[in-house]
């Protein structure tokens, strides 16, 4: 059975940094896509950013370009979400997501997505 656990969420001052993880068991993902969305109270859940590919290529929102750093660590299971100079825009639950063996649909689209993490809540106060 496919998990993913988050970590790393919390309450943080505008221009503060957090770092997301999140932790795969059940296989291992080591080129297929694997991504994080965010979901604002009262809005729909957005794609972030994703890492993805032999050559673990990376794709971001644009909000988020510069600020926000995704990385894998195969050795570990693991996905990293570093985010720096975190503005009250930036508060959300977070998820993680990571795609099954032939997935379809482009990387910032949740259908490309087979399973998905619980949520952990990221909070930016100004």
């Known amino acids: 059975q496919v998990q993913l656990v988050e970590s790393g969420g919390g309450l943080v001052q505008a221009g503060g940094s957090l770092r997301l993880s999140c932790a795969a068991s059940g296989r291992t993902f080591s080129s297929d896509a694997m991504g994080w969305f965010r979901q604002a109270p009262g809005k729909e859940r957005v794609f972030v950013a994703a890492?993805?590919?032999?050559?673990?290529?990376?794709y971001y929102i644009d909000s988020v370009k510069g600020r926000f750093t995704i990385s894998r660590d195969n050795a570990n299971d693991t996905v990293i979400l570093q985010m720096d100079s975190l503005k009250p825009e930036d508060t959300a639950i977070y998820y993680c997501?990571?795609?099954?063996?032939?997935?379809?649909?482009?990387?910032?689209?949740?259908?490309?997505?087979?399973?998905w993490g619980q949520g952990t809540q990221v909070t930016v106060s100004s």
């Open positions: 890492i993805y590919g032999n050559f673990d290529s990376t």
């Open positions: 997501a990571a795609s099954g063996p032939g997935g379809r649909g482009h990387v910032t689209e949740a259908r490309r997505y087979d399973y």
